[in-house]
């Protein structure tokens, strides 16, 4: 089974910025695509970002494009979401999620196509 864990949420003012980390373990790293997700308080959860297998290819949501930076280290078992110039409406939960295999294709990605998924982080970002 994989464990993912996440850290580095917290509190932050507009415009500001946050890295989220995201520890796996369990299976072999790059086996997986990783990506993120957000829940905002009613609402469904979200894609936001797609890394592939070996690091190379990146997806990202609308929203978020030009915004956030998706990086994975397979040495370390870890990946990274920067965000910067961040917005009241990117206040969720994110969510770390494993997909297996190394196929990629851009565009969004659905919550159903990840086998694991950590228990998220909070980022809240106040005007």
């Known amino acids: 089974q994989v464990q993912l864990t996440e850290s580095g949420g917290g509190l932050v003012q507009t415009a500001g910025s946050l890295r989220l980390s995201c520890t796996f373990s369990g299976l072999t790293f790059d086996d997986f695509g990783m990506g993120w997700f957000r829940q905002a308080p009613g609402q469904e959860r979200e894609f936001v970002a797609f890394v592939s297998w070996s690091g190379h290819s990146t997806s990202y949501s609308n929203s978020v494009k030009g915004r956030f930076t998706v990086s994975r280290d397979n040495a370390k078992n870890t990946v990274t979401l920067r965000m910067k110039n961040l917005r009241v409406e990117d206040t969720a939960v994110y969510y770390c999620?494993?997909?297996?295999?190394?196929?990629?294709?851009?565009?969004?990605?659905?919550?159903?196509?990840?086998?694991?998924w950590g228990q998220g982080t909070q980022v809240t970002v106040s005007s």
């Open positions: 999620a494993a997909r297996q295999g190394r196929v990629f294709r851009s565009g969004t990605y659905s919550d159903y196509e990840f086998e694991y």
